[in-house]
């Protein structure tokens, strides 16, 4: 069975219920599973599959991992985010790649179900070698399915050898069509930004940046700490990071806030 019939297949099921039980999950799960163990050992890349529902993901990994400390195996993490290997990537191309996978998913949310698996990130990104220093490698990024409801379930993320080594322009980052190799024009997702935060999320967000206290803005406000929490709470969500600081880091690359 080819990729594109069990996505066929997924989102025809997906699209028709607003939920899923465990055992087709299973089912599911194990069909994309199957794939990124495939492609692993033909490529000997590193492949993460991520279940973005349920915040977790397995890690497959080829010869290539050893530039990760990964050994040729498969493991499973409790998170979305792969942390051993984002540990050895350069803080300033990770930062920007999760910029580019934060635009590229909700891009894929202005699309149709059926439309969104036309569409993978690419990027180059530095990591530390065996000997510490940096070279460049290779990221992509797939949508794979969604539930019903529009949210994104499964992804993958390949990580590859990259056989340009001369210095990039930050990481590069584009979403390309599949089909037919375009390469879209920044214009047409960057204006998705605005739909990420909501116009109060931005304003609390630009006084945590400025070094304010949840009290302090909510005196400024005119809210309650505990709202300035919530709001806190959506806003690191949202931006798919894991705190404050993280979330101001990639509004201000974003040009969502400015200080």
Same mark, same amino acid.
């Given at each position: +069975?080819?990729?594109?019939?069990?996505?066929?297949?997924?989102?025809?099921?997906?699209?028709?219920?607003?939920?899923?039980?465990?055992?087709? $999950? $299973?089912?599911?799960?194990?069909?994309?599973?199957?794939?990124?163990?495939?492609?692993? $050992?033909?490529?000997?890349?590193?492949?993460?599959?991520?279940?973005?529902?349920?915040?977790?993901? *397995?890690?497959?990994?080829?010869?290539?991992?050893?530039?990760?400390?990964?050994?040729?195996?498969?493991?499973?993490?409790?998170?979305?985010?792969?942390?051993? &290997?984002?540990?050895?990537?350069?803080?300033?191309?990770?930062?920007?790649?999760?910029?580019?996978?934060?635009? *590229?998913?909700?891009?894929?949310?202005?699309?149709?179900?059926?439309?969104?698996?036309? *569409?993978?990130?690419?990027? *180059?990104?530095?990591?530390?070698?065996?000997?510490?220093?940096?070279?460049?490698?290779?990221?992509?990024?797939?949508?794979?399915?969604?539930?019903?409801?529009?949210?994104?379930?499964?992804?993958?993320?390949?990580?590859?050898?990259?056989?340009?080594?001369?210095?990039?322009?930050?990481?590069?980052?584009? &979403?390309?069509?599949?089909?037919?190799?375009?390469?879209?024009?920044?214009? $047409?997702?960057?204006?998705?930004?605005?739909?990420?935060?909501?116009?109060?999320?931005?304003?609390?967000?630009?006084?945590?940046?400025?070094?304010?206290?949840?009290?302090?803005?909510?005196?400024?406000?005119?809210?309650?700490?505990?709202?300035?929490?919530?709001?806190?709470?959506?806003?690191?969500?949202?931006?798919?990071?894991?705190?404050?600081?993280?979330?101001?880091?990639?509004?201000?690359? +974003?040009?969502?806030?400015?200080?």
């Amino acid at each position: +069975m080819t990729l594109k019939s069990i996505q066929d297949e997924v989102n025809d099921v997906l699209t028709k219920q607003s939920s899923i039980d465990s055992l087709q $999950k $299973k089912t599911v799960i194990e069909h994309y599973k199957q794939i990124a163990q495939s492609y692993v $050992k033909v490529e000997h890349s590193v492949a993460v599959l991520t279940n973005f529902q349920d915040n977790y993901s *397995y890690i497959f990994s080829g010869a290539f991992g050893s530039i990760f400390g990964l050994q040729p195996e498969s493991s499973f993490i409790e998170s979305a985010f792969e942390d051993d &290997i984002f540990n050895k990537i350069h803080p300033d191309d990770l930062l920007e790649r999760h910029v580019l996978e934060l635009r *590229y998913f909700h891009f894929l949310m202005t699309l149709s179900p059926e439309d969104r698996c036309k *569409y993978s990130t690419y990027s *180059y990104i530095r990591t530390h070698n065996s000997d510490g220093a940096y070279m460049y490698i290779t990221h992509r990024t797939y949508f794979l399915t969604s539930l019903s409801n529009g949210v994104i379930w499964l992804a993958l993320c390949v990580y590859s050898p990259c056989v340009e080594q001369n210095s990039h322009q930050g990481i590069e980052g584009k &979403i390309v069509n599949n089909e037919n190799g375009e390469i879209l024009p920044i214009a $047409k997702y960057i204006q998705c930004d605005k739909m990420i935060l909501s116009d109060r999320e931005i304003e609390i967000l630009r006084e945590i940046a400025l070094g304010k206290g949840s009290k302090e803005i909510a005196s400024e406000l005119y809210i309650s700490p505990y709202t300035v929490y919530r709001h806190r709470q959506n806003l690191i969500k949202k931006l798919k990071v894991t705190n404050s600081a993280e979330a101001v880091k990639t509004a201000l690359l +974003m040009g969502l806030i400015n200080i």
